[in-house]
C-alpha cells in the first residue's frame, strides 16, 4: 500500500526571493534547530545548460530516518540518505525539486516532488508551493492494516517536517526582504 498526499503552500513573497530562500534553507545555522531531522547536505553537481538556460542540481541529504522508533530499532538504522535533483528554469520562473531515499528502500520509500511557480492570482508578488509526497512501507504489505498505521505515522512526520520547512522558508523570505530593502535583522 502506498500512502500519498498533497500539499499547496502561497508564499507572500515574489518567486525570486523563495526559490532563493528554498536554497539556503539548510544552510542557515540558525534553522539547525527547526530542521533538526537534516543531519548534512552535500551538493554532488551543479550544471547550467546555456542552451535551454536551466540549472540542474543534485544533492545528498542525510537525514535522521523517519518513521516510529521501533521501527528504526528493526531496521538497525536511524539515518537515511536521499538525492534530491532540482531543475530551475529562470526563463519560465519555475523551480523544481524531486527527492527520494536511496538508503533503507528495502523497508520504505519515499518520493517528495516539491514546485515552485509564480502564484497565478498575483505573479510578480507570490508564490505558490505544491507538494506531493509518497510513502510506502515494503516488507509489511502483506500485513496491510499495520503498514497502513505505519504508513501514516511517516505521513504525520513528513507533514510536521513540511510546515517546518516552510516556517524556514517563510523566515528567509523576510530575512531576504529586508536585505532588499537595506534593513538589519
Excluded at 141 to 169: P, T, Y
Aim: some cysteine; overall charge positive; aromatic content about 8%.
Amino acid at each position: 500500500m502506498v500512502r500519498a498526499y498533497a500539499q499547496e503552500h502561497t508564499y507572500k513573497h515574489p518567486w525570486e526571493r523563495v526559490t532563493t530562500a528554498s536554497w539556503r534553507k539548510f544552510a542557515d545555522p540558525e534553522n539547525k534547530s527547526t530542521l533538526s531531522h537534516i543531519l548534512e547536505v552535500d551538493t554532488l553537481n551543479r550544471k547550467l545548460d546555456s542552451t535551454s538556460g536551466k540549472l540542474y542540481t543534485t544533492r545528498a541529504i542525510t537525514i535522521h530516518a523517519p518513521g516510529p522508533w521501533f521501527i528504526r530499532r528493526i531496521i538497525g538504522q536511524d539515518i537515511c540518505h536521499c538525492v534530491e535533483s532540482t531543475v530551475v528554469d529562470a526563463n519560465s520562473r519555475s523551480m523544481q525539486l524531486a527527492t527520494r531515499n536511496i538508503s533503507l528502500q528495502k523497508f520504505i520509500e519515499v518520493e517528495e516532488k516539491i514546485r515552485y511557480d509564480p502564484h497565478p492570482q498575483n505573479p510578480n508578488e507570490w508564490t505558490i508551493c505544491k507538494q506531493e509526497t509518497s510513502i510506502r512501507i515494503k516488507p509489511l504489505s502483506s500485513l496491510a492494516s499495520m503498514a497502513e498505521k505505519i504508513e501514516q505515522k511517516c505521513v504525520d512526520k513528513f507533514q510536521q517536517n513540511s510546515a517546518k520547512g516552510r516556517e524556514v522558508m517563510e523566515r528567509i523570505c523576510k530575512y531576504l526582504e529586508a536585505e532588499s530593502s537595506g534593513i538589519s535583522i
